[in-house]
């Protein structure tokens, strides 16, 4: 979908002229333009959220040589999906897989109190 497309269908849905939607779509982008420059993060909470990362400066090979290359440090944009999105896409985990790893986690980790270790011991 094109920015055009969206501003058409966004008007449409909220019966606004497409001049004014236009103006808040790109108002929108420019301000997230502007705090991801200036390197802090945009999170929209049901959607996701943008980052920028700094990667360091690091030595890379040539895979058609093998020769080493150095690869200059630079400022890498990152964008991480919120549960909403990968759940509307269809590609998040399905929640009932986390708790039954806690529930596993929590048994495994589970220590048997000195009471019953006593209580043990009397029994024999």
Do not use: W, Y
């Not at 008007?11 to 420059?37: M, N, Y």
């Not at 759940?87 to 596993?104: I, L, W």
């Amino acid at each position: 979908m094109r920015k055009s497309e969206l501003v058409r269908e966004l008007a449409e849905e909220f019966s606004l002229p497409r001049r004014q939607v236009d103006e808040l779509v790109t108002g929108l982008l420019d301000k997230i333009t502007e705090v991801l420059s200036r390197g802090d993060k945009v999170q929209l909470t049901p959607f996701g959220q943008f980052k920028v990362r700094d990667r360091a400066a690091r030595i890379g090979r040539n895979p058609q040589t093998g020769a080493p290359v150095k690869i200059p440090a630079k400022r890498v944009l990152r964008f991480l999906a919120g549960r909403a999105l990968k759940e509307a896409v269809g590609t998040a985990k399905p929640r009932r897989a986390a708790a039954k790893k806690a529930a596993v986690r929590k048994k495994a980790t589970a220590k048997k109190t000195p009471v019953r270790k006593a209580a043990r011991k009397g029994r024999r």
